[in-house]
């Protein structure tokens, strides 16, 4: 009995010495929120590799630089999976935000862009259907930036 209580105080000293790093531990708020990021993961079709990029240069690259002048996009980017394994996508697409409202942006923007850089809607539609012979897109992410303060 007298060492099943000596134990049980051991073990609640233990406990009581390493609870108390945790209360020591500081809690300030050190960082801040930065820009959002965005992420598609594209599935290429095999030997789509060139055709798809040289596809991304023309209207989805215009369509993103005319939103970085707009401010609603920091940077964009492609980011290729160098050994991907069954399921994994090839490409990660990659876009930059200032901050969540360019996701808040009205339909009638992006289609008074899509007009301006395709003549019409009818045009982007079809522009996307023949890219879906290139391409199956998998996920899509959304993350937010953390940065620290100093």
């Known amino acids: 009995m007298k060492m099943k209580l000596t134990a049980a105080l051991a073990v609640l000293a233990c406990a009581s ?13 050190n960082w801040d929120y930065g820009n959002v990021i965005a992420t598609s993961a594209v599935h ?4 789509a590799m060139n055709a798809y990029i040289n596809d ?29 394994r069954d399921g994994e996508p090839d490409l990660i697409l990659i876009t ?17 862009l899509m007009e ?3 003549g019409s809607l009818d045009n982007a539609r079809n522009a996307n259907i ?9 996920g899509q992410s959304v993350y937010q930036e953390v940065k620290f303060k100093n």
């Open 56 to 84: 991304l240069n023309g209207l989805w690259r215009v369509f993103l630089d005319q939103q970085v002048k707009d401010g609603n996009v920091v940077s964009y980017r492609i980011i290729e999976n160098a050994f991907p």
């Open 116 to 118: 301006k850089l395709q």
């Open 130 to 138: 023949d890219r879906g012979a290139l391409r199956r897109l998998g």
């Open 96 to 112: 930059e935000h200032p901050n969540w409202a360019a996701f808040d942006l009205s339909n009638e923007y992006f289609e008074k």
């Open 17 to 29: 010495l390493f609870s108390t790093s945790a209360i020591a531990q500081d809690h300030t708020r």
């Open 44 to 47: 290429l079709e095999p030997g």
